[in-house]
């Protein structure tokens, strides 16, 4: 199994700013996925990162929006850009085990 | 392309009755299945999984069992507890080793009330 660590675990924003989500996991994987939960709603893959280079992104999913870093084989990072209410949601990492997905706690942005 | 599509909710039932929540899926090759929960205010927890056909996982009293001839996998527990009250996700992935990018369902909450 593995375990995954994101900060903040929850933040309000002010509109039209940036927060960047951290991803640290307890092992080296090749890849990290990013999720978005919006209020009520079930989970949508943002994008997939894999270490050295660019992230792949979902259909309905921007570089410019949601940039994502990958320095390492443990560690992501991942930006939501130029905030709006409608970015209001669970933003959750995940890694990928022999069978499974493992989450981590999840962030929750409200956007005001 | 793949799809999950489960049983809407909210589902409301009293304490030891019995649960099922139906989800099918839609899969090009062999997908392996899982139910995952979220309780209140926490983080997306695997329930259970199925790796393949006539697999049955089970945990904490729910049993799913992996049918591919009607691409389903419903989650049942014979007797519910105030403490499942939860959102219950049905998902799929199609990856092996790390590779592992899910597509859910929309998630089915269920209450339990004493």
């Known amino acids: 199994s593995a375990v995954i660590s994101q900060k903040p675990s929850r933040d309000i924003c002010q509109r039209g700013t940036s927060l960047t989500i951290q991803c640290q996991v307890d092992?080296?994987?090749?890849?990290m996925f990013w999720y978005r939960q919006q209020p009520g709603q079930s989970l949508t893959l943002i994008a997939t990162a894999n270490q050295g280079s660019e992230a792949t992104y979902e259909s309905g999913f921007v570089i410019d929006k949601f940039p994502i870093s990958r320095p390492n084989l443990t560690f992501s990072t991942l930006t939501v850009s130029n905030m709006s209410p409608e970015d209001s949601s669970i933003y959750l990492c995940s890694v990928g085990g022999d069978t499974e997905a493992f989450f981590g706690q999840g962030t929750r942005l409200t956007v005001v | 392309g793949n799809s999950v599509t489960q049983m809407e909710g909210p589902v409301t039932l009293s304490e030891e009755a019995f649960l099922t929540i139906n989800c099918t899926y839609t899969?090009?090759?062999?997908?392996?299945l899982f139910w995952y929960v979220q309780y209140p205010g926490e983080g997306l927890q695997l329930l259970l999984k199925?790796?393949?056909?006539?697999d049955k996982g089970s945990n904490k009293g729910f049993e799913a069992t992996y049918r591919k001839e009607t691409t389903s996998f419903h989650l049942e527990k014979g007797s519910v507890q105030v403490s499942d009250s939860a959102v219950y996700f049905c998902?799929?992935?199609?990856?092996?080793?790390?590779?592992?990018?899910?597509?859910f369902g929309t998630g089915t909450k269920l209450q339990v009330i004493p």
């Open positions: 092992s080296q994987v090749t890849m």
């Open positions: 899969a090009t090759g062999y997908p392996s």
């Open positions: 199925a790796t393949k056909a006539d």
């Open positions: 998902a799929l992935n199609l990856g092996a080793g790390g590779y592992q990018k899910v597509t």
